[in-house]
């Protein structure tokens, strides 16, 4: 079981390259979300999907796109990357109680991180 | 979801319990306290979490007072692993789509002492 695996761990990119992260989980989980962490912020929600088909934004979407075409797969996008983009990003997915009539029982699983910097 | 608030920094000596706070005053009824930990660098990690009873599991103990509007995460005898950010988040817990989300804050650098 290899939980949450995100891809690649570190990247330096040019402003104005595109790159794709990747996320993928094996615990059939509905709900997959990214972060971004940057110093004295906290994690900041970006992009979140409650299944497979179904997006959202989060807290700072801006420059960012995501698509969920399978439960197990939650790609980030920066189609245009800016030296604000540099940041570490979290991708997690949530066994949520609830789908299953547990109310509370919820759980995150955060991948180990992608440390990405814009020159 | 409810704003939380948490000391910045706190230390604490190695095989001591420590007691991290956190306020969460705006709470609502159908809100849970959830505690994760972040360790340098690593993916957050998830503790423990409760509605209005005290909580323990293997990692943590959970305190939420009676009026819910604070609550008090317990590592019984810390050891030099625990040094980590610890986040207290409270968010509602719906049987609805797209009401899942985890609003992290800054945390509290938590630094065991040998």
């Known amino acids: 079981n290899a939980g949450v695996t995100q891809t690649p761990k570190f990247q330096v990119l040019k402003t104005g390259q595109s790159m794709t992260l990747q996320c993928a989980q094996d615990?059939?989980?509905?709900?997959m979300s990214w972060y971004r962490q940057d110093p004295g912020m906290g994690l900041r929600l970006i992009h979140y999907?409650?299944?497979?088909?179904?997006?959202d934004q989060g807290e700072v979407p801006n420059g960012y796109n995501v698509s969920r075409s399978t439960t197990e797969d939650f790609p980030l996008r920066l189609l245009s990357a800016a030296p604000s983009q540099t940041s570490v990003y979290f991708c997690?997915?949530?066994?949520?109680?609830?789908?299953?009539?547990?109310?509370?029982?919820?759980?995150?699983?955060f991948g180990q991180g992608t440390r990405l910097t814009v020159v | 979801d409810a704003k939380t608030t948490q000391p910045p920094s706190m230390d604490c000596a190695e095989g001591r319990a420590a007691n991290l706070p956190c306020n969460h005053s705006?709470?609502?009824?159908?809100?849970?306290v959830y505690w994760y930990r972040q360790i340098h660098s690593q993916g957050p990690q998830y503790i423990i979490h409760?509605?209005?009873n005290n909580e323990t599991n293997e990692m943590a103990s959970l305190i939420i007072t009676e009026d819910r509007k604070s609550s008090t995460l317990i590592l019984p005898h810390a050891t030099l692993r625990d040094t980590a950010v610890y986040y207290c988040?409270?968010?509602?817990?719906?049987?609805?789509?797209?009401?899942?989300?985890?609003?992290f804050g800054t945390g509290t650098r938590l630094t065991i002492i040998p």
């Open positions: 997690a997915s949530i066994l949520e109680g609830n789908f299953r009539g547990l109310e509370g029982n919820t759980e995150a699983f």
């Open positions: 409760g509605l209005k």
């Open positions: 988040i409270v968010r509602v817990v719906s049987l609805l789509f797209g009401n899942e989300k985890l609003t």
């Open positions: 705006t709470i609502s009824g159908n809100e849970y």
């Open positions: 999907s409650v299944g497979a088909g179904i997006t």
């Open positions: 615990m059939n989980h509905e709900y």
